[in-house]
């Protein structure tokens, strides 16, 4: 599956297109890859021995995925289709069973968990779920329009925080305590309207982008102050796509619609920005202009095309930091970082998935007409028992729903599919 490439990125243009790439996300930690097509969607976890890629043994037939996102390496896999926009498929992929599928009152634009919270947003509300049993404990409605479903939610349950647009013209950001159900903090992170952000593993961070995508900014989440500001370009618009954390918060990467994706080195306790006052003129000027003089990336990777959507993730392996890149042709490509000197990135392996992804959906077919197992218009087995919400359409004027089965045992609980290996400590803050 692995092949080691010295270009970094592809340029054939015979890729099938049939099995076309149209959801990518990596998990919380970047220990799993999830890709969803316009057929399946098959599950990757990335060995934290070495750079190689396993993948998780498991396919199920859909209609096209929209949104796929995994909860850490457990066997909780939230899905919502094309077909299907207002529905979120909850599944315990690893019994091939389906919890549950609420629908909504309109389209799911995106989902974000946590090991305590499910998070679905909506064009113009957002509601939050306990993880263990899918309970509706608070909804955020009334709010500006998302027509990305542009949110964040922290990883890390000791910062259970929620971040979203506040404003659809400005770069406003509401931070909203998830455990506690409220708002905790308002940051003006930028002049412009928001496209991008992301929590570092410690919840305690959050990068942000605006349209405009020339400045990056890391915030305190708590007391909303600036404790960073990178430059991209200064002449050179580009739309944000992904910003991504290493594990131990010292380094930020961000791909855009451009050639280049740059990796930023965040300033020590001791050498901290000064904080700006971003509510006024004065202070986005002065910001701006302390960004002019010394926040360019520390380290770039390049590619010979650019108006590619990237997703990013970041991991130490064997002590050092690598950047994960994932593009909707089906490559993903593994550099490594140089902590000490920056610089341009070296390509340390390329993996094709999509001839995984395409002898997963014939192999899956293949074994289900043998068996006689139909496989409806939709696209979605006939295996799965029919789970249903007593009530799809939710309406907090009554109790929440509460999740049922027909099918008798526990394996179909939220708890057995939240299971997962230990976590991990806090990454060694050594590379080498």
């Given amino acids: 599956m692995s092949t080691t490439s010295t270009g970094n990125d592809s340029t054939d243009s015979s890729r099938s297109s049939q099995y076309k790439i149209s959801a990518l996300a990596f998990n919380q930690d970047c220990t799993a890859l999830s890709v969803g097509t316009s057929r399946n ?18 396919y199920l037939p859909f209609e096209e995925v929209r949104i796929i996102e995994r909860l850490f390496l457990s066997a909780l896999t939230i ?4 077909q299907e926009p207002k529905m979120l498929k909850i599944f315990h992929f690893k019994k091939g069973s389906k919890v549950c599928s609420p629908v909504f009152e309109k389209p799911i634009l995106a989902v974000k968990l946590n090991r305590t919270r499910v998070i679905v947003c909506l064009e113009d509300s957002i509601y939050l779920h306990d993880m263990h049993d899918m309970k509706v404990l608070h909804r955020l409605f009334d709010l500006p329009l998302n027509l ?27 931070i909203f305590d998830t455990e506690k159900l409220k708002q905790i903090n308002v940051i003006n992170a930028h002049e412009n309207q928001l496209v991008a952000m992301a929590f570092d593993l410690s919840g305690l961070l959050i990068a942000t982008a605006s349209i405009k995508g020339t400045l990056i900014r890391v915030h305190n989440v708590v007391d909303g102050k600036c404790v960073a500001e990178y430059r991209r370009g200064s002449m ?10 290493s594990p131990d918060s010292k380094f930020l990467a961000a791909s855009s619609d451009t050639e280049t994706i740059h990796i930023f080195r965040l300033p020590s306790s001791g050498e901290q920005q ?61 550099y490594e970082v140089n902590t000490k000197l920056g610089g341009e990135c070296r390509q340390v392996g390329q993996h094709d998935l999509l001839p995984i992804l ?19 218009v939709a696209g979605s087995s006939s295996k799965y028992p029919q789970n249903r919400i007593q009530n799809n359409a939710y309406d907090l004027s009554q109790s929440p729903p509460m999740l049922t089965n027909s099918k008798s045992g526990a394996n ?21």
């Fill in 41 to 58: 969607y098959v599950l990757f976890t990335i060995n934290s021995e070495n750079i190689e890629i396993d993948r998780t043994r498991h």
């Fill in 79 to 82: 899905v919502v289709t094309q």
């Fill in 148 to 174: 990305d479903g542009l949110c964040a939610l922290s990883p890390n349950e000791t910062a259970p925080y929620l971040a979203y647009p506040d404003s659809e013209i400005t770069g406003t950001i509401q």
């Fill in 236 to 245: 050179r618009a580009a739309k944000i796509y992904s910003l991504a954390f």
């Fill in 274 to 334: 000064p904080a700006q006052d971003t509510s006024t003129w004065t202070g986005f000027f002065g910001s701006y202009l302390n960004g002019l003089t010394n926040e360019r990336s520390f380290a770039t990777v390049h590619f010979q095309a650019g108006e590619m959507k990237r997703i990013l993730g970041m991991k130490i392996i064997d002590q050092q930091l690598r950047l994960f890149v994932a593009d909707h042709h089906g490559l993903i490509s593994i």
């Fill in 358 to 376: 395409e002898n997963a959906y014939t192999n899956e077919t293949s074994r289900r007409s043998s068996a006689s197992s139909p496989i409806n």
């Fill in 412 to 432: 179909q609980s939220f708890d057995t599919a939240i299971e997962d290996p230990p976590y991990s400590s806090t990454p060694s803050t050594d590379y080498d």
